[in-house]
């Protein structure tokens, strides 16, 4: 019996961690960006380091991100890539660039102009 008892608690142990592990997995890049640049964001792109393309278009689309704003960015869980750039494009049509950003890593990314940024990390 005791061991029918300890049976049965290692087995929801073991469905339980398993289902943990799964949900850290899923989108583990996602994270905040804070605007600390000063000035409106019109659109925000965001690629894998070693892509020539921006995998993530536009991800405002018809919103603009204010100075102080943030927006939760979430990742596609296949997407199971460490260092990605972002691009953000200004209300007057000028970029900056953050590049190689360990998104495994970072919670937290106040941008600032000229690509310097504040990272909050895991």
Request: hydrophobic fraction near 45%; aromatic fraction near 14%.
């Amino acid at each position: 019996m005791k061991k029918l008892h300890a049976l049965k608690i290692f087995l929801f142990a073991m469905i339980m961690a398993l289902a943990v592990s799964g949900t850290a997995m899923a989108g583990s890049q996602d994270f905040t960006l804070i605007n600390g640049t000063g000035q409106i964001i019109r659109e925000i792109y965001l690629s894998p380091t070693k892509s020539s393309e921006w995998i993530y278009q536009d991800e405002l689309g018809k919103n603009v991100l204010r100075p102080g704003q943030d927006i939760f960015l979430d990742f596609d869980p296949r997407d199971n890539v460490q260092y990605w750039d972002v691009k953000v494009v200004y209300g007057n049509g000028k970029e900056d660039y953050w590049y190689a950003l360990d998104l495994f890593r970072i919670y937290s990314l106040t941008i600032r102009p000229g690509g310097a940024s504040s990272i909050e990390m895991i």
